[in-house]
């Protein structure tokens, strides 16, 4: 069974640019997250998808972050326009759902570096 | 809010040696925890998880036990391999309207040969 697939593995913009994330979850989630990783630190969740219902975005900025899952699989975020610290690995991962303890597998990521 | 307070690193340890990497938690509610692992160039991996208190989570030769008394979740192996070289990260999961995880810092391990 495939895994999160996400692309690209590697970005490098200018600040100031747009950049877009995507993400395939794993056939049959229901949930999907994006989690922003900085250097030496551990996975923040930005967005938490139910369906294609965004249920908790309370950590996304939304001056300049977007992202959406429009049927409920795949998924897009996207940066507009990018800044110098929006450089990071941006990682998404897919659940059963959001009862109880349901792991969530985790994508290898797509490492953003704004210069 | 939730948080994770995890061992810094960089841990490097000699193969065959004993690992502990302590974990300790503030949550409200009952949390789930769980030990994450991430090998080079590849994304997190669950590698154990325990669910109540007392509950003993264990795989490939880690375990972690809840301990509610001391809200830990420290992650131990007896005899390390070159191949346990990766981050580990402790996260909580404390449920209610809000199933997010909560990460640790990650503690970088390095297993000489």
């Known amino acids: 069974e495939a895994g999160v697939v996400q692309s690209p593995r590697y970005k490098i913009i200018e600040k100031k640019q747009p950049v877009a994330f995507w993400c395939n979850p794993i056939s049959g989630h229901n949930t999907l997250y994006w989690y922003l990783q900085n250097l030496g630190q551990g996975p923040e969740l930005l967005i938490r998808y139910e369906n294609e219902e965004a249920v908790d975005d309370s950590q996304l900025p939304k001056d300049r972050f977007s992202a959406e899952r429009l049927k409920g699989v795949d998924s897009t975020l996207k940066i507009q326009p990018a800044e110098l610290g929006d450089s990071a690995v941006y990682l998404c991962?897919?659940?059963?759902?959001?009862?109880?303890?349901?792991?969530?597998?985790f994508g290898p990521g797509t490492r953003l570096t704004v210069t | 809010g939730d948080s994770v307070t995890q061992m810094e690193g960089p841990v490097t340890l000699s193969e065959e040696a004993f690992l502990t990497i302590n974990c300790t938690y503030t949550a409200t509610g009952y949390p789930s925890l769980f030990w994450y692992v991430q090998y080079p160039g590849e994304g997190l991996q669950l590698l154990l998880k325990?669910?109540?208190?007392?509950d003993k989570g264990s795989n490939k030769g880690f375990e972690a036990t809840y301990r509610k008394e001391t809200t830990s979740f420290h992650l131990e192996k007896g005899s390390v391999q070159v191949s346990d070289s990766a981050v580990y990260f402790c996260?909580?999961?404390?449920?209610?309207?809000?199933?997010?995880?909560?990460f640790g810092k990650g503690t970088l391990l390095t297993v000489n040969p």
């Open positions: 996260a909580i999961n404390s449920g209610g309207s809000n199933y997010k995880l909560t």
């Open positions: 325990a669910t109540k208190a007392d």
């Open positions: 991962a897919s659940s059963e759902g959001d009862r109880g303890p349901y792991e969530q597998y």
